[in-house]
């Protein structure tokens, strides 16, 4: 289960799920009743590097935010080209995003959505904006959000989710275009 409070987002999972992986912590509630919404308490507190399992049919694990990028520290945005080159298989598929559509509940809140899995567990995906590949200029924030597939369309263009308060989808666009990052963790 998920909750916003205001502009706050909280998130919390299931007893007995361990959605981390390596040195990231995370405190799982116990889910057995009482105040907030059913949850005694258990409110969870997502630190970096946190894996969230949301129970896809695939078995993978979404990171619970988006890539920093050292070389663009005001929007974190990477071409297509710096995204593969910087992480390889750990950027999703065409398909692990479709996936993400299809399986999950999104909820547009404040220039962000929700993304709330079959098991309850959820990740929140901000609305960015994107830098233009032509002109480099940078548009749509708190608007539109958008990030990098792992796979290409063609010589010079490459899939990405491209989502905003109307609705998501899979869009082809110009490898050289600024967008964020979200990694997935592979069964």
Do not use: H
Not at 108 to 124: A, L, Q, R
Not at 132 to 139: A, L, Q
Not at 161 to 176: H, P
């Amino acid at each position: 289960m998920a909750l916003f409070l205001g502009a706050v987002v909280c998130c919390t999972e299931k007893e007995n799920n361990d959605n981390t992986n390596g040195n990231n912590v995370v405190t799982n509630g116990d889910n057995n009743g009482g105040d907030n919404g059913g949850n005694n308490g258990g409110d969870t507190t997502i630190v970096n590097n946190v894996w969230v399992d949301l129970g896809l049919p695939s078995g993978t694990k979404w990171k619970n935010e988006n890539e920093l990028n050292a070389a663009d520290s005001v929007y974190n945005f990477y071409t297509y080209d710096e995204a593969v080159a910087a992480f390889g298989d750990a950027l999703p598929t065409k398909e692990q995003f479709q996936e993400l559509i299809d399986e999950c509940e999104w909820w547009w809140n404040n220039g962000k959505y929700m993304v709330i899995g079959p098991n309850g567990n959820s990740i929140i995906l901000p609305a960015n904006g994107w830098r233009n590949g032509n002109n480099g200029n940078v548009g749509r924030i708190g608007l539109d959000g958008n990030c990098w597939s792992s796979t290409p369309n063609g010589a010079d263009a490459a899939w990405r989710l491209g989502f905003d308060s109307d609705g998501k989808n899979m869009i082809s666009n110009i490898r050289y275009s600024g967008y964020s990052v979200r990694l997935v963790q592979n069964q």
